[in-house]
């Protein structure tokens, strides 16, 4: 059973930087996409960042903030997000599709003064 658990979330002030780590379980982890998105309140998720081998994608809203990495040997895959804005707000949730797709939890980034 493939399972997926995110952490590192929280409160920051505009500016401050957030590291959110996804463990996975149950998977060839190494041969797979992983991906972060991210849902505000009233909005449907969106598509963050992509990772598989060396080769990232990421959303424009993000590109040059935020850095999607992953470390095969433990099973995970980290957003490093720097210069946080209010926008930045939202539920973050890792994702990989082995044929279906299989989210995580999530965790509550919240950015505000």
């Known amino acids: 059973q493939v399972q997926l658990v995110e952490s590192g979330g929280g409160r920051v002030q505009p500016g401050g930087s957030l590291r959110l780590t996804c463990a996975a379980s149950?998977?060839?982890?190494?041969?797979?996409?992983m991906s972060w998105h991210r849902q505000a309140p009233g909005n449907e998720r969106e598509f963050v960042a992509a990772i598989l081998n060396g080769n990232t994608n990421y959303a424009g809203s993000v590109r040059g903030r935020f850095t999607i990495s992953r470390d095969n040997g433990k099973n995970t895959v980290y957003l490093q997000m720097n210069n946080l804005k209010p926008e930045d707000t939202a539920v973050y949730y890792c994702r990989v599709d082995i044929g279906s797709t299989v989210w995580g939890q999530g965790t509550q980034v919240t950015v505000s003064s």
């Open positions: 149950g998977l060839t982890f190494s041969s797979t996409v």
